[in-house]
């Protein structure tokens, strides 16, 4: 977790609103008061500042439609955009773009509001970080940050709040645990019309995230994990791709559903899967003769029916099956004999045939 980003963002804004003189960082950031914008494009430089563009004071707001916004961070401790203090940043058809790079992208902090419907953040620096009772509606949005630590994507955290649906949009990083939900947080995300999230998600500190994916093309590609303290609920509708492994509380693989196998995938609580899907091997190449566990479902409620499920994605010359053993599923995959062996033990049995026969 960014720490630091926290501590430095706190530390701050408590000496300004104790009324004691603020770091020279926020006389070179651009302050924003009730303001609705609709210019093409707009820039703000941090100047060497923390901040490059701030949203401060009690129910203030700041609205952007249709514009293209640049944010000039200057180091990797500079936060892009932030929000504080029950203000609402809200973007409409709108681009936002991190240059040269931010630990965080738009942060919100003390109950700040974050609405963003069409809007696309790309740049070398983070996507939207929650913290501290902060709430955001994220419709429709598009990341793709070149960041290489965590909460490149979301962070959630100190009993924040984020509903994200996406609509064949885009989520995208470089960096692990990418979606990062913490200590009494809350992520709700829906994707469908092949929505791409590449990126882990992890959920910890009496967190809750449920993830909804729906429809051929929509994909969570990256690794899931939990606490004993977390709640994770994956739903995968027909179509849907989890190609990652880890460990959730609640898994839910409809109909048409497709599991793309790395490692095994441990459900905790209960478990359901509907007729048809599909476990998908294209990702490793499997040994032959060796059981693979693909579903560990030891403590969870609910069964693993084997007539549900198919496989894809193997070697040219291997085939498999599934096996049902202690509350695991596992898969093992076997080599096809080649043509000339099914020919010499074809001939074999014959052979056998004729000699029983001329014995009788």
Do not use: C
């Not at 009324?19 to 960082?25: C, H, I, K, R």
């Not at 905790?268 to 007729?275: L, P």
């Not at 294209?282 to 693993?304: H, M, Q």
């Amino acid at each position: 977790m960014k720490t630091s980003i926290i501590k430095t963002l706190t530390l701050t804004l408590t000496l300004t609103l104790l009324g004691v003189s603020a770091p020279q960082v926020f006389a070179e950031s651009k302050v924003v008061i009730n303001e609705a914008v609709t210019e093409a494009d707009k820039t703000y430089d941090s100047g060497g500042a923390d901040i490059a563009l701030m949203v401060l004071s009690e129910g203030a707001y700041a609205s952007y439609s249709g514009t293209n916004i640049t944010l000039n961070a200057t180091d990797s401790e500079t936060i892009g955009a932030f929000v504080y203090s029950t203000s609402t940043l809200s973007l409409t058809d709108s681009n936002i773009n991190i240059s040269p790079g931010a630990a965080g992208g738009v942060a919100g902090q003390s109950r700040a509001n974050i609405i963003f419907d069409h809007v696309n953040i790309t740049g070398a620096g983070g996507g939207v970080v929650l913290f501290d009772s902060a709430t955001a509606t994220l419709t429709n949005i598009n990341i793709n940050t070149t960041f290489s630590d965590e909460m490149g994507l979301l962070g959630i955290v100190q009993d924040s709040k984020a509903t994200v649906n996406l609509n064949g949009n885009t989520l995208l990083t470089n960096g692990p645990d990418g979606i990062w939900v913490e200590y009494g947080s809350i992520l709700t995300l829906t994707g469908s019309n092949g929505s791409v999230i590449t990126s882990d998600v992890r959920a910890i500190s009496n967190s809750v995230v449920e993830i909804t994916l729906s429809g051929a093309g929509t994909q969570l590609i990256g690794d899931v994990s939990i606490d004993t303290t977390s709640a994770f609920a994956l739903t995968l509708g027909a179509g849907a791709l989890l190609n990652g492994a880890g460990s959730v509380t609640d898994l839910t693989l409809a109909a048409g559903a497709i599991l793309g196998y790395t490692d095994v995938l441990t459900v905790t609580d209960t478990i359901t899967i509907g007729e048809g899907i599909t476990i998908d091997f294209s990702n490793l190449t499997l040994e032959d003769d060796a059981p693979y566990t693909i579903l560990d479902f030891t403590t969870a409620s609910g069964d693993v029916t084997l007539g549900n499920i198919s496989y894809s994605g193997l070697g040219e010359n291997q085939q498999g099956a599934f096996s049902l053993a202690d509350r695991n599923l596992y898969f093992t995959a076997t080599a096809v004999p080649e043509p000339s062996t099914w020919f010499l033990l074809g001939a074999g049995l014959g052979a056998l045939a004729l000699i029983r026969r001329r014995q009788s």
